[in-house]
């Protein structure tokens, strides 16, 4: 399964990470000799645990030539290890009661199960098989490949905005691996054999590059004791060498048409931002987070009262920002002109910048500010109540190399960004020089 890092291509999206000031909920960590890390948070309202281990590797981790890789992996990390044959081990979860998934992204790879707290043993069991003796037969890759070409082929070649928007992020993203695709480029999965794999897990799936994250209800020490059993004697190894994708600071404005099997133009425009991993001020990301929620944070954003009603230039339109990444984010903007109006994808992006220049030239009242700093606040209190989430939030602050102990600061960060701090950040980031674009169109638009 891919997860998608970024925003998702016309959909109305303004991520952030949930914040866990609840002092009832300890969390512990602990570091074992070969370099596992592990995060225990203890919530005990209900007898169950969610269990992810986190593999700091994705697809901005590969070369050219070599995509693909790390999705591919992902799938066949449920074909038999040394204790277990092909899908045996999701046969004994499943007869358990156990629910498991995996994903990945560009920075990392994951793989989770939320059961009963008594599975426990048999879920880290399995898991550490797994990490130190995965199998790797030749003919169950050569089946699930063609699994994950028939994945590409719905998730993206056959589907309009999937293929937009991967094109549009290869665009968007010059200098890093960002523009890599998770699931990979067609080309290199026709030409991807079962030793490109092998390599691949030989060289970055190993004890110390990777976090195991345990919420729920359990205990630091039954936990340290099935962890010490089932992972220490895993060795570490000593050639894990990472650099952040960093990007060009100013790219220069790029611009894509792409013509898809779809019934409607639509717009998207992304700046190249910085992430919390590569910022210099943490206040501008904080600052990026409330100009998304002041945009596209319900009925009363200026996207929807702007755009949407008062101009009726769009149907529907929304922005993303993604704050924890390994290297250098994207701040974007998704719109569907209101055709029936007569409105065009150039009187849409013409109104988006009249939103930016507002964004440059006034700083919002704070009466504006306080109220869309009181949804997003709300909505990340909201959030602590799962057990996946909060599990979700550590890792992948772990994953990038960020403390966890940040999830518990953002409120405090949030309240203290100012109006001008969401004047400055705009006029910092939204800029032409910072601009891919990308207009895309109905196929029979098409002029040869």
Same mark, same amino acid.
């Not at 992204?105 to 048999?122: H, S, W």
């Not at 009262?305 to 390994?326: D, I, M, P």
């Not at 606040?377 to 799962?386: G, H, P």
């Given at each position: +399964?891919?997860?998608?890092?970024?925003? +998702?291509?016309?959909?109305?999206?303004?991520?952030?990470?949930?914040?866990?000031?609840?002092?009832?909920?300890?969390? #512990?960590?602990?570091?074992?000799?070969?370099?596992?890390?592990?995060?225990?948070?203890?919530?005990?309202?209900?007898?169950?645990?969610?269990?992810?281990?986190?593999? $700091?590797?994705?697809?901005?981790?590969?070369?050219?030539?070599?995509?693909?890789?790390?999705?591919?992996?992902?799938?066949? +990390?449920?074909?038999?290890?040394?204790?277990?044959?092909?899908?045996?081990?999701? !046969?004994?979860?499943?007869?358990?009661?156990?629910?498991?998934?995996?994903?990945?992204?560009?920075?990392?790879? /994951?793989?989770? =199960? /939320?059961?009963? $707290?008594?599975?426990?043993?048999?879920?880290?069991?399995?898991?550490?098989?797994? +990490?130190?003796?995965?199998?790797?037969?030749?003919?169950?890759?050569?089946?699930?490949?063609?699994?994950?070409?028939?994945?590409?082929?719905?998730?993206?070649?056959?589907?309009?905005?999937?293929?937009?928007?991967?094109?549009?992020?290869?665009?968007?993203?010059?200098?890093?691996?960002?523009?890599?695709?998770?699931?990979?480029?067609?080309?290199?999965?026709?030409?991807?054999?079962?030793?490109?794999?092998?390599?691949?897990?030989?060289?970055?799936?190993?004890?110390?590059?990777?976090?195991?994250?345990?919420?729920?209800?359990?205990?630091?020490? %039954?936990?340290?004791? !099935?962890?010490?059993?089932?992972?220490?004697?895993?060795?570490?190894?000593?050639?894990? *060498?990472?650099?952040?994708?960093?990007?060009?600071?100013?790219?220069?404005?790029?611009?894509?048409? *792409?013509?898809? $099997?779809?019934?409607?133009?639509?717009?998207?425009?992304?700046?190249?931002?910085?992430?919390?991993?590569?910022?210099?001020?943490?206040?501008?990301?904080?600052?990026?987070?409330?100009?998304?929620?002041?945009?596209?944070?319900?009925?009363?954003?200026?996207?929807?009262?702007?755009?949407?009603? $008062?101009?009726?230039?769009?149907?529907?339109?929304?922005?993303?920002?993604?704050?924890?990444?390994?290297?250098?984010?994207?701040? *974007?903007?998704?719109?569907?002109?209101?055709?029936?109006?007569?409105?065009?994808?150039?009187? /849409?992006?013409?109104?988006?910048?009249?939103?930016?220049?507002?964004?440059?030239?006034?700083?919002?009242?704070?009466? %504006?500010?306080?109220?869309?700093?009181? =949804?997003?606040?709300?909505?990340?209190?909201?959030?602590?109540?799962?057990?996946?989430? =909060?599990?979700?939030?550590?890792?992948?602050?772990?994953?990038?190399?960020?403390?966890? !102990?940040?999830?518990?600061?953002?409120?405090?960060?949030?309240?203290?960004?100012?109006?001008?701090? *969401?004047?400055?950040?705009? =006029?910092?980031?939204?800029?032409?020089?910072?601009?891919?674009?990308?207009?895309?169109?109905?196929?029979?638009?098409? #002029?040869?």
């Amino acid at each position: +399964m891919i997860f998608r890092n970024f925003v +998702m291509l016309l959909g109305v999206v303004s991520f952030t990470f949930p914040i866990f000031a609840n002092n009832a909920l300890v969390t #512990h960590e602990f570091t074992l000799a070969n370099g596992l890390k592990v995060i225990v948070r203890e919530d005990h309202r209900a007898p169950i645990a969610v269990s992810q281990l986190w593999y $700091k590797v994705g697809s901005s981790f590969e070369a050219p030539g070599s995509t693909g890789l790390s999705h591919a992996l992902e799938h066949m +990390m449920f074909k038999g290890s040394s204790k277990v044959g092909a899908g045996e081990a999701s !046969q004994i979860l499943r007869d358990l009661g156990v629910e498991e998934n995996a994903f990945t992204t560009e920075d990392m790879t /994951v793989y989770y =199960q /939320v059961f009963a $707290k008594n599975r426990l043993p048999v879920v880290l069991e399995l898991e550490a098989d797994r +990490m130190a003796s995965l199998k790797l037969p030749s003919d169950e890759f050569i089946k699930e490949l063609e699994v994950i070409k028939e994945e590409r082929r719905l998730r993206t070649d056959d589907n309009p905005n999937g293929l937009a928007y991967e094109r549009f992020k290869s665009l968007v993203y010059p200098a890093s691996g960002y523009h890599n695709p998770p699931i990979g480029w067609k080309f290199d999965l026709d030409r991807m054999a079962i030793n490109d794999l092998r390599a691949w897990y030989k060289r970055w799936y190993a004890p110390n590059n990777a976090i195991l994250v345990i919420v729920g209800d359990v205990t630091l020490a %039954e936990v340290k004791k !099935q962890v010490n059993q089932w992972f220490a004697a895993i060795p570490r190894k000593s050639n894990i *060498i990472t650099k952040k994708p960093l990007e060009l600071d100013k790219p220069g404005e790029r611009e894509l048409t *792409i013509h898809v $099997k779809t019934q409607l133009p639509s717009l998207l425009m992304g700046f190249n931002v910085p992430s919390l991993a590569t910022a210099q001020q943490t206040r501008e990301i904080y600052a990026l987070e409330l100009i998304a929620a002041l945009l596209d944070g319900g009925d009363s954003a200026r996207l929807a009262t702007e755009l949407e009603l $008062k101009q009726e230039l769009v149907t529907s339109a929304g922005v993303g920002y993604y704050a924890v990444a390994r290297g250098d984010s994207l701040f *974007i903007f998704n719109a569907l002109p209101n055709v029936q109006k007569g409105k065009t994808i150039a009187d /849409v992006e013409k109104g988006i910048w009249q939103l930016i220049d507002q964004l440059k030239s006034t700083p919002p009242s704070k009466e %504006e500010l306080e109220r869309i700093r009181a =949804q997003l606040i709300a909505s990340l209190v909201y959030a602590r109540d799962s057990i996946s989430s =909060q599990a979700m939030t550590i890792g992948m602050l772990e994953a990038v190399d960020l403390p966890w !102990q940040l999830a518990d600061k953002e409120l405090a960060e949030l309240q203290a960004v100012t109006p001008k701090d *969401i004047q400055a950040a705009a =006029q910092t980031y939204f800029t032409r020089d910072r601009l891919t674009i990308a207009h895309v169109l109905p196929e029979e638009n098409k #002029h040869d």
